[in-house]
Nanobody, 127 residues
C-alpha cells in the first residue's frame, strides 16, 4: 500500500529549528511532486510547501517563506523540510503527501488533490 512515513518532529523552543523527513513506502519519489501540509489544533489543514518532480521547483505558503526550506534527495528517496525560526504558531501535525502525476488543475499546496498521505509527525514549539 502506498503511503509516506514522516519523522523528525518533536518539542523545540521558539526560535529553534527542526528538520522533517518524508520517505515513501511502496513507490519511489522520482516522478512525484511532494507536498508538506500541517494541521494545528482546532484549525483546518493547510499547505506549507511543495517541491516538483520535474525540476525541483519549490513553493511555500506565505506564513513560512524565508523560514522553511523544502528539498528532495531522489537517491535517498526522501524529501526534507528544514524549519528555522520556529514560533508557537508553527505547532501542528505535519504531513507529507502526493498525487498521481497525471492529475492537473490544482497546485501542489492544495490538500484536496492529494492521493497519498503519511500519518504525520507532531511539531510542538514552546514559547
Amino acid at each position: 500500500q502506498v503511503h509516506f512515513v514522516e519523522s523528525g518532529g518533536g518539542l523545540v523552543q521558539s526560535g529553534g529549528s527542526l528538520r522533517l523527513s518524508c520517505a515513501p513506502s511502496g513507490f519511489t519519489l522520482d516522478y512525484y511532486d511532494i507536498g508538506w501540509f500541517r494541521q494545528a489544533p482546532g484549525k483546518e489543514r493547510e499547505g506549507v510547501s511543495c517541491i516538483s518532480s520535474a525540476d525541483s521547483s519549490t513553493y511555500y505558503a506565505d506564513s513560512v517563506k524565508g523560514r522553511f526550506t523544502i528539498s528532495r534527495d531522489n537517491d535517498k528517496n526522501t524529501v526534507y523540510l528544514q524549519m528555522n525560526t520556529l514560533t508557537p504558531e508553527d505547532t501542528a501535525v505535519y504531513y507529507c503527501a502526493t498525487y498521481e502525476p497525471e492529475k492537473s488543475g490544482f497546485t501542489c499546496l492544495d490538500d484536496y488533490a492529494m492521493d497519498y498521505w503519511g500519518k504525520g509527525t507532531l511539531v510542538t514549539v514552546s514559547s
